[in-house]
């Protein structure tokens, strides 16, 4: 955990708290028999959470077989703080403020502008400040900012950022030193893996989201925590390398995957194949549904170049399942699962290669999860899908 100024849970609070989320309407005597906690300690930890308005009583459960007491059922209280989480695009910033548990209260977003370490904190502010003005009354008010980076983040500061210049700045700095919150950045990759893993239904113990927009970033997380690597690189699969001696890359290794198999290359071929302007996902879509052949064509060898990406990850971190996040692969589910074909070898056979739950708002969601699991002091957190129908 890196806010350790900010409020940590003891761990047995942390404990407690987490078999009230996992199991709604759970006793007293029931998170004594799940947490191995005396009924003393889970009495003494319940009246805290209580006192912090983290949990509710719920009212009265069913008497025990054999008559006795009927105990008082307890809740978590999903709203008890606020997170505010922004994604900082190459060209675009999404921004969502949301409960503990992935309750939306509000989003922004704002396409096509462009991004500088110079103008950064001026769209940045004036969305935080609106934010903050129509933020509902919590017990804990904001508990933090989660800043999604598309570029490699270590230690909570940017090292590098090939598509904008915002490793020139300190921007975890600068929003620390303007605002009284948590402030968290993290890899974009990595924040979409931590809201699947978070709020996705399946509630697997090992996830892995693989984002390919511009470039081609997975977030890994192990046993509810994500797995980032010495310098924050793990799971950078777009750099690594599919063609020797092949395409020039930021990174300053040439032949890596992202330079064949992005969103952002798909649509550059096509367009410079068809004399047009520059296309998005929705134009894509439009020729791929319409069975045009070039569209198919080129689509058919982005899938068959992302798919050894995906097998190199499979076999890697041998995950229960990959998302895929990808506007273009959520447009159009039968590419999915003729991506999921490619994935010949039977050592990942059972290996489940679906879109990603979230939709377009995962990398948010992400931030949410991130800033909660601060916040609660609970890695292995998991929330209903907030997008599910009810
Ligand atoms: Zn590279």
Redesign the pocket.
């Known amino acids: 955990m890196i806010l350790s100024k900010y409020i940590i849970r003891e761990q047995n609070e942390a404990t407690v708290l987490k078999a009230i989320i996992d199991h709604y309407g759970i006793s007293r005597a029931q998170v004594s028999t799940l947490t191995h906690l005396n009924k003393a300690s889970v009495s003494s930890i319940t009246k805290t959470l209580l006192d912090n308005q983290l949990i509710f009583e719920i009212g009265i459960g069913d008497a025990s077989a054999l008559g006795g007491r009927k105990p008082i059922r307890l809740e978590f209280n999903g709203h008890a703080g606020i997170g505010i989480a922004l994604d900082i695009g190459y060209n675009y910033i999404t921004a969502m403020m949301a409960f503990l548990n992935g309750d939306k209260i509000a989003a922004k977003t704002f396409d096509e502008v462009d991004i500088h370490a110079s103008n950064i904190m001026e769209h940045l502010e004036k969305i935080i400040s609106h934010f903050e003005k129509i933020a509902p009354e919590t017990p804990h008010g904001i508990i933090g900012i989660s800043l999604a980076v598309h570029g490699i983040v270590s230690d909570n500061q940017i090292a590098f950022t090939p598509y904008y210049d915002l490793d020139k700045i300190n921007l975890q700095a600068i929003l620390e030193e303007k605002y009284n919150y948590p402030i968290i950045l993290e890899n974009e990759a990595n924040l979409t893996a931590l809201g699947e893993y978070c709020f996705s239904d399946d509630q697997q113990k090992n996830v892995v989201s693989v984002s390919v927009h511009s470039g081609i970033g997975a977030g890994i997380v192990l046993d509810g925590k994500l797995h980032t690597g010495l310098n924050g690189t793990a799971g950078e699969i ?2 690594t390398i599919l063609v020797p001696h092949g395409k020039n ?5 040439h032949g ?1 995957l ?2 064949y198999a992005s969103n952002k290359v798909l649509f550059e071929n096509y367009a410079a194949q068809k004399n047009l302007p520059p296309i998005n996902s929705d134009d894509f879509t439009k020729a791929l549904q319409t069975k045009e052949m070039l569209a198919e064509k080129l689509m058919k060898e982005n899938m068959e170049l992302l798919a050894i990406g995906l097998n190199n990850v499979a076999m890697m971190y041998n995950p229960e399942v990959i998302f895929i996040n990808s506007s273009i692969y959520r447009k159009n589910p039968d590419w999915t699962l003729r991506l999921k074909e490619q994935i010949h070898s039977f050592v990942v056979q059972d290996i489940v290669i679906k879109n990603g739950t979230l939709a377009d708002l995962a990398t948010l969601y992400g931030g949410i999860a991130n800033l909660s699991m601060n916040f609660l002091n609970i890695s292995q957190l998991h929330f209903n899908n907030p997008l599910a129908q009810i």
């Not at 890359?249 to 290794?253: E, T, V």
């Open positions: 777009g750099h890359c930021p990174c300053g290794n890596c992202e330079q």
